[in-house]
């Protein structure tokens, strides 16, 4: 019976190898990570044809619902900074937001986790931070009528 692979391709001639447990094991380690059956992987490896490009992985779910929502609290407290000000609390809280944001695309992406090296070059520079602080804060049309601004929710 011939056999044939998602291109087509028939193979008549079929090889039956002798493996100990361990080899066995490792092989199919290797062909699932790189998404193939260990015949597949076998046969490519024994006939040297370069390897097929393996599955995309699945998106970390959590990972992306928790993206969404520090994604979420970085652009209202973008909104709380630019209508009331970049007092110290809401930068703290920005950067804090920013930092859990790429923490996140991270590890999406599959990236290792930044370093604390890594981390200290993202502080921002006293300068900045001096011309932030000292930036009176721009009257709101709310403050000018009386009422109340509504601050938005923080929550996830």
């Not at 361990?22 to 059956?37: C, H, N, S, V």
Request: hydrophobic content about 40%.
């Amino acid at each position: 019976m011939k056999r044939a692979d998602t291109n087509g391709q028939t193979y008549p001639y079929r090889l039956t190898v002798a493996l100990t447990l361990e080899q066995a094991g490792r092989l199919e380690e290797a062909a699932r990570l790189a998404g193939l059956k260990p015949g597949v992987y076998a046969r490519h490896l024994l006939t040297s044809q370069p390897m097929p490009e393996p599955p995309r992985a699945m998106i970390d779910m959590e990972a992306a619902r928790a993206l969404q929502g520090s994604a979420n609290n970085l652009n209202q407290l973008a909104k709380l900074g630019w209508r009331g000000g970049w007092d110290p609390p809401t930068l703290g809280a920005a950067r804090q937001a920013v930092l859990d944001c790429a923490a996140l695309l991270r590890r999406l992406l599959g990236l290792a986790p930044l370093s604390s090296g890594e981390l200290e070059r993202l502080h921002p520079s006293p300068v900045i931070v001096e011309r932030i602080e000292a930036k009176p804060a721009p009257a709101s049309p709310a403050a000018a009528s009386g009422k109340q601004p509504s601050k938005p929710s923080l929550g996830y």
